[in-house]
């Protein structure tokens, strides 16, 4: 049995970490995990969640769990139908247990493939995209899908609603605040990620399930490497040359 300096061990989030209190010093083999002298604690990035929350009930752990609850997306979604492909990258996603790389070519829907993971998982969820333009596209792209409110952080606006649309730079800067608030996370040209200071956005953030969408899918052995960690593997992936013609040119984005 193990001792502990608390009755009940305690998970919190702590500035874009997980910090697991009550438990010894000598706990070993939480994913990521270091220990931390000034609190006391076992602590690691917040993308490692999923795999605390296997690793805890493995130990049959009895864990006060602090971070927030995730509500459902109650509002309405409009209705629309997804092309063949589009619904096979969705059951992809789903199979692969709702985290991966989707990779379609430019033109061919992978928006309409989100709007659809997240009506299918129904929790609160942060989309982040490269630049101001795209995060207005999908502003546009949500609230045309979605009754509900949609929250943005970019462009001066700090608005943080249960669907929120962020930019990648104001999303570095947030998610030490914000990381814990999110089940879904939708990462649009994630090929920019995987290496630099922005994939400590994807770091702090505990959501379970992601969904990264490419066009370019990248080609370094390191980088798809820690794509997988932080988002998923390729769940499904076609060509533009398996599109056109029969798609691709009746595609909108």
């Given at each position: 049995m193990l001792s502990s300096t608390e009755a009940t061990p305690r998970l919190t989030f702590d500035r874009?970490?997980?910090?697991?209190?009550?438990?010894p010093?000598?706990?070993?083999?939480?994913?990521?995990a270091l220990w931390d002298e000034r609190v006391g604690a076992q602590r690691a990035p917040a993308f490692r969640y999923l795999e605390w929350q296997q690793a805890v009930r493995e130990r049959g752990l009895d864990v006060q769990c602090?971070?927030?609850?995730l509500p459902k997306l109650a509002a309405r979604w409009a209705?629309?139908?997804?092309?063949?492909?589009?619904?096979?990258?969705?059951?992809?996603?789903?199979?692969?247990?709702?985290?991966?790389?989707?990779?379609?070519?430019?033109?061919?829907?992978?928006?309409?493939?989100?709007?659809?993971?997240?009506a299918r998982a129904a929790v609160p969820t942060l989309v982040i995209a490269p630049t101001l333009?795209?995060?207005?596209?999908?502003?546009?792209?949500?609230?045309a899908a979605y009754a509900g409110p949609i929250g943005q952080i970019g462009d001066g606006v700090r608005d943080v609603e249960a669907l929120t649309v962020a930019t990648f730079e104001s999303a570095y800067r947030h998610m030490a605040t914000i990381g814990h608030r999110f089940g879904l996370l939708i990462v649009d040209?994630?090929?920019?990620?995987?290496?630099?200071?922005?994939?400590?956005?994807?770091?702090?953030?505990?959501?379970?399930?992601?969904?990264?969408?490419?066009?370019?899918?990248?080609?370094?052995?390191?980088?798809?490497?820690?794509?997988?960690?932080?988002?998923?593997?390729?769940?499904?992936?076609?060509?533009?040359?398996?599109?056109?013609?029969?798609?691709?040119?009746?595609?909108?984005?």
């Open positions: 874009g970490t997980l910090l697991l209190r009550g438990v010093r000598s706990l070993e083999d939480l994913p990521g602090e971070l927030m609850a209705d629309f139908e997804l092309r063949p492909y589009q619904q096979a990258a969705l059951e992809g996603w789903g199979c692969a247990a709702e985290r991966g790389l989707i990779v379609l070519p430019t033109g061919s829907g992978k928006t309409r493939v989100a709007l659809a993971a997240i333009a795209l995060l207005e596209q999908w502003r546009r792209q949500l609230i040209e994630v090929h920019h990620f995987g290496s630099g200071v922005r994939a400590e956005a994807l770091e702090m953030s505990i959501a379970p399930k992601r969904l990264g969408l490419t066009a370019t899918c990248p080609t370094d052995p390191l980088q798809l490497e820690r794509l997988a960690s932080l988002v998923g593997p390729v769940v499904y992936q076609r060509s533009m040359s398996e599109l056109i013609g029969s798609y691709l040119a009746l595609c909108r984005g």
